[in-house]
């Protein structure tokens, strides 16, 4: 049964919805990313053969140590790299083997979320649902900046993340792809439900996605039992920073340890008991207007079509803002401190090579006016460069009479980075990868500070 008690002054009440074993060949759910998608794949898969009597074939896919999954994303990841000969054999396979027993196939992936037109493709010939969950802009905004920390090695403030959004082409925020997927396949075919916290108060994530499959409250309570626990939750507060700082030194090609450091800090804020911490208190109070007056109508127009009436409220401004506060700085530190001890006991091999990454980026001067704190957090010495003290190191001098002109400027932007002038940082390694384009180490800062700073657009 539901572990989920619902009493009579219930606000809210799931619509009816027609019978997706009746009516389709392929159910497929889609995201969108940062909404429980995590906790619906691992209820997926645990409920695999409830499904299956049910009508629905749910292929097997792995849970990490957290029971965190991509989901069906080998299949998606097929389509995103336009290897569609590929994707289409696996597809075909999935659909037949569904087909000789009867049943619907049941795909799951966020990684379907932006290429609507090639699922089209995938899926020409058969009935298909696509089912979907939207979270709000401005906790869309907080909760992915949080996930571009986690898994895209960002290094950026808040306020330099939601500067950019202001910048540039956000459409992934307003709900406007679903205008894709309708076009893809047709209104009747999109369903999107809001990640609406008000209503999953109400109902478990699972229950809603369940009767999204035309199944009767009867069907759902007699055959699953459902748990309403977060998996993959974002990461707690100091959790979240420590990582932003750590991602100054990471190697990205270090998979095996950074999975580990993920693991490990998404533990870590499982189990942790900082306060969440609303965008308002991250950012200024004129970037969040301007993001409310950028996101919330655009949002309200594109879902008009699609969105599953629930919760009539739903994407409307709150009206009481709930105040949250940053801890103070040296709170943060010392949170983050027992957690680097805490690695330094549980995860010794991963400590030594984050230790030994943070050494390097130091040496070469790489990480900015964040290289203080991560010295600290591991006790190396370290003299913040000044305005008085020397711009280039004995070794570069030493070199510098066969410097190219590229050469100099990447040098030069090192220095600049290092001394906090960002923007300066940035036009000086632009000019360099306009003459050098493929030099790695040019390359590489360009792309850290693109991460930071957004599309490179030339001082005036």
């Known amino acids: ?39 619906l794949q691992k209820f997926f898969i645990e409920n695999q053969s409830i499904l299956s009597e049910l009508g629905f074939q749910y292929p097997n896919h792995s849970l990490d140590e957290n029971g965190i999954s991509g989901g069906h994303s080998d299949l998606a990841l097929k389509l995103i790299d336009k290897r569609d000969e590929e994707a289409k054999k696996q597809f075909d396979m999935l659909i037949d083997k569904a087909k000789k027993a009867n049943k619907v196939l049941f795909l ?48 950026a403030s808040p306020e330099q993340f939601c500067s950019r959004l202001l910048r540039e082409h956000t459409s992934f925020y307003t709900g406007q792809i679903f205008n894709q997927w309708v076009n893809s396949f047709s209104k009747e075919d999109v369903d999107v439900y809001g990640y609406d916290s008000e209503v999953l108060s109400q109902y478990p994530i699972q229950e809603v996605f369940l009767n999204g499959l035309g199944l009767t409250s009867k069907e759902i309570t007699a055959s699953f039992s459902i748990e309403n626990r977060v998996v993959n939750r974002s990461y707690s507060y100091t959790a979240l920073e420590l990582k932003r700082l750590l991602n100054h030194a990471l190697d990205q090609k270090a998979h095996h340890f950074n999975h580990q450091l993920d693991w490990f800090l998404q533990g870590i804020s499982d189990k942790s008991s900082d306060p969440s911490i609303n965008l308002s ?94 010295a600290d957090l591991f006790n190396v010495d370290y003299k913040k460069a000044s305005d008085t003290s020397p711009w280039f190191s004995n070794a570069v001098l030493t070199k510098m009479p066969d410097f190219k002109l590229e050469d100099f400027l990447r040098e030069t932007a090192y220095v600049a980075y290092e001394r906090g002038e960002t923007k300066h940082a940035q036009a000086l390694i632009e000019k360099a990868r306009e003459i050098r384009p493929k030099g790695p180490f040019i390359v590489k800062f360009s792309d850290k500070l693109r991460a930071e700073m957004g599309a490179y657009k030339p001082l005036k």
């Open 281 to 374: 208190a991250l950012i200024s109070e004129a970037t969040y207007n301007k993001l409310e007056q950028h996101f919330r109508e655009k949002t309200k127009q594109f879902l008009d079509k699609v969105l599953v009436k629930i919760n009539p409220e739903y994407l409307q401004a709150p009206k009481d803002v709930v105040e949250t506060k940053l801890p103070h700085k040296a709170v943060t530190f010392c949170r983050m401190f027992e957690v680097i001890e805490q690695l330094k006991v549980e995860k010794a091999d991963l400590y030594r090579h984050l230790e030994e990454q943070v050494h390097v980026q130091l040496k070469n001067n790489t990480i900015g006016p964040d290289a203080s704190k991560l």
């Open 1 to 39: 049964m539901i572990k989920f008690f619902k009493g009579s002054d219930d606000k809210f009440k799931l619509p009816k919805i027609k019978n997706a074993r009746k009516n389709y060949d392929v159910i497929i759910h889609i995201g969108a990313p940062k909404t429980g998608s995590s906790a």
């Open 108 to 155: 799951s992936s966020e990684a379907f979320y932006i290429r609507p037109q090639a699922v089209a493709n995938l899926v020409k010939g058969y009935r298909c649902k696509i089912i979907a969950f939207f979270r709000d802009p401005i906790e869309a905004i907080n909760s992915n900046y949080n996930q571009g920390i986690k898994r895209n090695f960002s290094t």
